[in-house]
């Protein structure tokens, strides 16, 4: 029987380097679109968020853009100006958001939207471990069935270092070309492991649990194709508060997977050493 190929050195790298992670903010969206039960938390929320960060995108490219476009130019390429200053306009939109309003307005509602997904899809035991979740299973609504959000339940803590890594790598979008990648992909890495928050707490971790299972290799890349794609749909105007919902249940989507991941691992590892005594 002849032996498989082995992996190239570029298979071997892409492997432990991009995963799947960075569909889950997309399969976010899609869960919203086809389950209805849990549309009624976004309708609550969406119309003066979206009003709100609305006025906030007219106010910045009504008085800011043009100027920044004018700046851009003196050392930019024809066309590349007006690139980076709606990224850099749309950056400084998403920064004043998530300062003034997303921690305020939304964070109790993100809990909501991914403990009910959680529940959803079998992971009850895990959303009881932090709030009460009804038993009724002839009841098919999670929202329903999960109580009211105990003390401190936070989907993704505000966090002043990443205010301030925001303001500092924004003038990235003033580099040509490879600015406005740069900025996506820094200020990812350091989102993803906030948007798995509310899965660190309903596992129980601590600091130290939490920073180890952060910064393993594989988890680090994960985060940083989750948080980067989060970050585009950031970018999205009029629509990146509607996002930032949906990214709640995609977020749950990746926690879920994780699980099964974890369990499949266990199951190997059970089956081998059961295979070594034999």
């Given at each position: ?68 476009v004018a700046f ?162 950031q970018l999205i ?42």
């Amino acid at each position: 029987m002849a032996q498989s190929k082995p992996p190239s050195a570029l298979q071997r790298f892409a492997r432990a380097n991009f995963t799947s992670s960075f569909l889950y903010p997309l399969k976010g969206i899609y869960y919203f679109a086809t389950h209805r039960y849990i549309q009624p938390l976004l309708r609550s929320r969406l119309l003066p968020l979206t009003l709100l960060s609305t006025c906030i995108l007219a106010i910045l490219f009504l008085t800011a853009y043009l100027p920044v476009v004018a700046f851009l130019a003196l050392f930019h390429y024809s066309g590349s100006a007006w690139v980076n200053g709606t990224f850099f306009i749309l950056g400084i939109g998403t920064l004043l958001t998530s300062m003034l309003f997303e921690a305020l307005f939304v964070d109790g509602t993100q809990v909501d939207i991914f403990d009910a997904v959680m529940v959803a899809e079998g992971y009850e035991h895990l959303v009881k471990t932090r709030r009460p979740v009804a038993d009724d299973i002839e009841e098919s609504d999670p929202v329903k069935r999960i109580g009211p959000r105990e003390k401190g339940a936070t989907f993704a803590p505000f966090s002043l270092r990443q205010i301030v890594e925001l303001i500092v790598l924004l003038p990235l979008n003033f580099v040509p070309f490879a600015g406005v990648p740069l900025f996506l992909l820094l200020t990812g890495y350091r989102a993803g492991p906030f948007l798995n928050w509310r899965y660190f707490q309903l596992k129980g971790f601590d600091k130290k649990q939490r920073n180890q299972y952060i910064k393993t290799k594989k988890r680090r890349f994960e985060y940083l194709w989750f948080g980067t794609v989060y970050m585009v749909l950031q970018l999205i105007p009029v629509l990146s508060m509607l996002l930032l919902l949906t990214s709640a249940a995609g977020s749950a989507l990746w926690s879920v997977h994780v699980e099964r991941e974890l369990a499949l691992m266990a199951e190997e590892q059970v089956a081998g050493e059961y295979s070594d005594d034999v």
